[in-house]
């Protein structure tokens, strides 16, 4: 989805501790990333993303814009997480593209499908 977008520095907002963030943070530089931030709910027990409110993601993934460093995306990482509705109104707060994990699952979907997806 970040390559999609044609990003090469990220702003990452996740579910995740500070552990599996700092390895989803070398796990993107391995990809030619750069992270600019990292905010994270620090969510260690299992189905706890699904009690994060769309309100609360937008919030964190916009602390995680500001204090980016000119990011040419937001990364929201967690397919528990609800951010179906989430994408529309960061961006056009912020002015970035954002990708989610859902939404990448299902762009990958519809391309296994023979479909480009493209929307």
């Known amino acids: 989805g ?3 977008m044609g990003a090469k520095r990220v ?8 552990l599996v963030n700092d390895r989803l943070a070398d796990f993107l530089r391995c990809g030619g990333f750069e992270v600019t931030s990292m905010k ?3 969510i ?3 189905g706890g993303a ?3 409110s769309e309100q609360d993601i937008i919030e964190l993934s916009g602390k995680a814009i500001t204090e980016a460093k000119a990011a040419d995306a937001v990364l929201i990482s ?3 997480l609800m951010t179906l509705n989430c994408s529309p109104p960061l961006e056009q707060r912020h002015g970035v593209p954002v990708v989610t994990s859902t939404e ?5 979907a519809l391309r296994l499908c ?3 997806g493209r929307m």
């Open 40 to 42: 994270g709910f620090g």
């Open 114 to 116: 023979g479909d480009s």
């Open 50 to 52: 699904e009690e994060m």
């Open 2 to 4: 970040l390559r999609s």
């Open 104 to 108: 990448s699952e299902f762009w990958q």
């Open 78 to 80: 967690c397919g528990g």
């Open 11 to 18: 702003a990452v907002a996740t579910a995740y501790s500070d």
């Open 44 to 46: 260690t027990k299992f």
